[in-house]
């Protein structure tokens, strides 16, 4: 009797995880959706200079992110992300040009009105994903801070 309610108790729990586990996957989703304005960027171990940083806004619509820059567009992602893990994770493959679905790992964070992305976009194994918030010289990891874009 006390095995049976045990299972049934381990049961439920672990399906109380896993519906928690995918509330916070739609949460996030619903979260990351809209327009971010960079606040923070090194790659490669290297700051940016501020009036680059201010350039770059992303936009994250559905599963798809783009990257806006003055002079136009840049090349349009699509994303897959895992908030059960930590850190959060997060997949960026490009939907076209020389890379087009080469996938990139990166590990993402959402609170405090900040959402930080860091994605080893230019490393020689995109596929190796970082275990924290920093970069190191010649990595290929890029990691930025943003914050939701003032409504103009």
Same mark, same amino acid.
């Given at each position: 009797?006390?095995?049976? /309610?045990?299972?049934?108790?381990?049961?439920? %729990? %672990?399906?109380?995880?896993?519906?928690?586990?995918? =509330?916070?996957?739609?949460?996030?989703?619903?979260?990351?959706?809209?327009?971010?304005?960079?606040? @923070?960027?090194?790659?490669?171990?290297?700051?940016?200079?501020?009036?680059?940083?201010?350039?770059?806004?992303?936009?994250?619509?559905?599963?798809?992110?783009?990257?806006?820059?003055?002079?136009?567009?840049? #090349?349009? &992602?699509?994303?897959?992300? @895992?908030?059960?893990?930590?850190?959060?994770?997060? =997949? /960026?493959?490009?939907? =076209?040009?020389?890379?087009?679905?080469?996938?990139?790992?990166?590990?993402?964070?959402?609170?405090?009105?900040?959402? #930080?992305? &860091? /994605?080893?976009?230019?490393?020689?194994?995109?596929?190796? #994903?970082?275990?924290?918030?920093?970069?190191?010289?010649?990595?290929?990891?890029? %990691?930025?801070?943003?914050?939701?874009?003032? #409504?103009?």
């Amino acid at each position: 009797m006390l095995h049976r /309610v045990l299972s049934i108790f381990a049961a439920c %729990f %672990f399906a109380a995880v896993i519906a928690l586990a995918g =509330d916070k996957n739609a949460n996030d989703a619903n979260n990351l959706q809209g327009t971010w304005q960079a606040v @923070d960027l090194e790659a490669n171990g290297q700051k940016s200079p501020d009036d680059q940083v201010k350039e770059l806004q992303i936009v994250i619509k559905g599963d798809e992110v783009l990257a806006l820059k003055p002079d136009g567009e840049g #090349r349009k &992602c699509k994303f897959k992300f @895992d908030s059960s893990k930590t850190p959060n994770t997060i =997949d /960026v493959s490009p939907i =076209d040009g020389p890379d087009k679905g080469k996938m990139a790992a990166g590990i993402y964070s959402l609170q405090n009105g900040q959402l #930080r992305l &860091c /994605v080893n976009i230019f490393g020689q194994d995109t596929a190796l #994903r970082p275990t924290e918030f920093k970069t190191q010289p010649g990595n290929g990891v890029i %990691f930025v801070t943003l914050e939701r874009a003032k #409504r103009k």
